[in-house]
């Protein structure tokens, strides 16, 4: 009860009248929720804005709730930054407080539903984490550049400038990704995690993904899929699975403890960056790094060749 009354207190002051007073030299206050649309905006918006992340490096968006100074971060903002299709579930009721004196882009759910992974269990929902597609989280770029330029028409010419050159990097990535991946053996292109966050990945690059928990960590891992994941892990003599940065490790060390139960060993080939990016200042902690290290990581694991330090050589050596 004292916890849904602070939250209410904190829904009340985010919807407070608050105006901006545009001027020509002032940058934009964006606030984000996660590190990779933070990321995606400081290249599209350069010096015409700030931007902050409510969630930083091992912060599970699912099951964050926001804090006191994320309400006051918020309250600031000229625009705030969410992917939607309920990654930032615990965000929802503040989300919609905002938008009655703000804009709120929810970058996700503009794209046409088509593009995107269904919910397996629930008509109607789609899998948010779309950024495991470089393609795909490319084609945010225009959409985030137009509500930009709509807010700071001045630099509009700028904001299409800065999406062609960063479109262009995202495109070098998709290549070397491709290229990396390729060199997986069809037979091993299987990707076990901890929870299912890696769909559109494997939509795109042709592997076989499952995951322990469902689309969102606040879903519990039953004893029949663990079990199920075990059997496949044996019957076809799977060598690695992969834990995540922003989740607990302890459903896939059961899936180890089964394996081994039954004769067959199994690794975990490393960690993957999910749903939060790496440490803020390093190469990881970039969209562009976060994926170059999935990618050299999975590749290495179950039996492809990649760079041990990436696409640009400037990861933490992986193995």
């Given at each position: 009860m004292l916890r849904r009354r602070a939250l209410a207190g904190l829904?009340?002051?985010?919807?407070?009248?608050?105006?901006?007073?545009?001027?020509?030299?002032?940058?934009?206050?964006?606030?984000?929720?996660?590190?990779?649309?933070?990321?995606?905006?400081?290249?599209?918006?350069?010096?015409?804005?700030?931007?902050r992340a409510l969630m930083g490096e091992g912060v599970d968006p699912?099951?964050?709730?926001?804090?006191?100074?994320?309400?006051?971060?918020?309250?600031?903002?000229?625009?705030?930054?969410?992917?939607?299709?309920?990654?930032?579930?615990?965000?929802?009721?503040?989300?919609?407080?905002?938008?009655?004196?703000?804009?709120?882009?929810?970058?996700?759910?503009?794209?046409?539903?088509?593009?995107?992974?269904?919910?397996?269990?629930?008509?109607?929902?789609?899998?948010?984490?779309?950024?495991?597609?470089?393609?795909?989280?490319?084609?945010?770029?225009?959409?985030?550049?137009?509500?930009?330029?709509?807010?700071?028409?001045?630099?509009?010419?700028?904001?299409?400038?800065?999406?062609?050159?960063?479109?262009?990097?995202?495109?070098?990535?998709?290549?070397?990704?491709?290229?990396?991946?390729?060199?997986?053996?069809?037979?091993r292109r299987v990707l076990i995690t901890a929870h299912d966050a890696?769909?559109?990945?494997?939509?795109?690059?042709?592997?076989?993904?499952?995951?322990?928990?469902?689309?969102?960590?606040?879903?519990?891992?039953?004893?029949?899929?663990?079990?199920?994941?075990?059997?496949?892990?044996?019957?076809?003599?799977?060598?690695?699975?992969?834990?995540?940065?922003?989740?607990?490790?302890?459903?896939?060390?059961?899936?180890?403890?089964?394996?081994?139960?039954?004769?067959?060993?199994?690794?975990?080939?490393?960690?993957?960056?999910?749903?939060?990016?790496?440490?803020?200042?390093?190469?990881?902690?970039?969209?562009?790094?976060?994926?170059?290290?999935?990618?050299?990581?999975?590749?290495?694991?179950?039996?492809?060749?990649?760079?041990?330090?990436?696409?640009?050589?400037?990861?933490?050596?992986?193995?």
């Open positions: 829904f009340a002051a985010a919807l407070l009248p608050r105006l901006r007073i545009a001027r020509a030299d002032a940058p934009l206050a964006i606030v984000a929720t996660i590190g990779q649309i933070a990321d995606l905006a400081r290249h599209v918006a350069g010096a015409r804005a700030t931007v699912h099951t964050y709730r926001p804090t006191r100074a994320d309400v006051l971060a918020l309250r600031r903002a000229d625009l705030m930054l969410a992917n939607g299709l309920r990654l930032e579930a615990q965000l929802e009721e503040l989300l919609l407080a905002l938008a009655s004196e703000k804009p709120v882009l929810r970058l996700a759910e503009r794209l046409p539903a088509e593009r995107l992974l269904a919910h397996p269990d629930f008509p109607g929902k789609f899998d948010p984490h779309l950024w495991m597609d470089v393609a795909l989280w490319s084609e945010l770029l225009p959409i985030l550049a137009g509500e930009l330029s709509r807010l700071d028409p001045t630099d509009a010419a700028g904001y299409r400038e800065r999406v062609h050159t960063y479109a262009a990097e995202l495109a070098a990535l998709e290549r070397y990704v491709r290229s990396v991946l390729e060199t997986v053996p069809p037979e890696f769909g559109y990945f494997g939509r795109a690059y042709g592997f076989e993904v499952h995951g322990i928990q469902g689309l969102s960590t606040e879903s519990e891992a039953g004893l029949a899929e663990i079990e199920r994941l075990v059997r496949l892990l044996v019957e076809r003599r799977i060598a690695a699975v992969f834990v995540e940065s922003s989740v607990s490790e302890r459903n896939v060390r059961a899936l180890l403890e089964g394996a081994a139960a039954r004769g067959h060993t199994v690794r975990i080939g490393g960690q993957l960056f999910s749903d939060a990016m790496g440490a803020p200042g390093t190469y990881e902690g970039t969209y562009v790094g976060m994926i170059d290290h999935n990618v050299t990581v999975i590749a290495r694991a179950l039996g492809g060749t990649a760079p041990p330090r990436g696409m640009h050589g400037r990861l933490a050596s992986v193995g």
